[in-house]
T-cell receptor, first 116, second 112 residues
């Protein structure tokens, strides 16, 4: 158990809909990351937050948005869903936003989103 | 455009032998590299990392080698154990921020 929790575990919805994925970081971690893993693909970095502020952005679509709240949990909002948005969405957390062998990212179990 | 590539989707190895997982990257600015292990229905877990100032890092049965001129890294597992059966992802980052580019993964099967 990494200490990172994600809800829900599974989500099935229809095209055009909007969903919210939730992540609670490990206790003490201030930085949160979101990744998307489509079928047979590697993890694609979407966005990073540190202490409520956006720190880095990856290949995140305009239809997607995220935020980190004062209690440090984060939400990823996906709107106008398309079939191609079906994927595993992982959240990870770390103590700081900086690269270091002492600042490992801990991953949650993921949310599997299916868009029908 | 994938900046980190794992060209072998799967690898099968006998227990006790060496497993070698390979990873290639295209961005010469990458300066930090990691390997993650992933079991089904779980998130990836950190395995081992290497900075670009080194060419080798060892942790128990796991060794990562970095060849900067070839833009290639590899993970060696010796000896391989059935519990090592998992999907292995390599990842790379540039600069200070924890923004990683991941490969597509190699599924390792260690046969008893």
């Amino acid at each position: 158990d990494s200490g990172v929790t994600q809800t829900p575990k599974h989500l099935i919805t229809a095209t055009g809909q909007r969903v919210t994925l939730r992540c609670s970081p490990r206790s003490g971690d201030l930085s949160v990351y979101w990744y998307q893993q489509s079928l047979d693909q590697g993890l694609q970095f979407l966005i990073q937050y540190y202490n409520g502020e956006e720190r880095a952005k990856g290949n995140i679509l305009e239809r997607f948005s995220a935020q980190q709240f004062p209690d440090l949990h984060s939400e990823l909002n996906l709107s106008s869903l398309e079939l191609g948005d079906s994927a595993l969405y992982f959240c990870a957390s770390s103590l700081t936003p900086l690269v270091s062998s002492y600042n490992e990212q801990f991953f949650g179990p993921g949310t599997r989103l299916t868009v029908l | 455009d994938q900046q980190v590539k794992q060209n072998s989707p799967s690898l099968s190895v006998q227990e006790g032998r060496i497993s070698i997982l390979n990873c290639d990257y295209t961005n010469s600015m990458f300066d930090y590299f990691l390997w993650y292990k992933k079991y089904p229905a779980e998130g990836p877990t950190f395995l081992i990392s290497i900075s670009s100032i080194k060419d080798k890092n060892e942790d128990g049965r796991f060794t990562v080698f970095l060849n900067k001129s070839a833009k290639h890294l590899s993970l060696h597992i010796v000896p391989s154990q059935p519990g090592d059966s998992a999907v292995y992802f390599c990842a790379a980052s540039e600069g200070n921020f924890n923004k990683f580019y991941f490969g597509s993964g190699t599924k390792l099967n260690v046969k008893p």
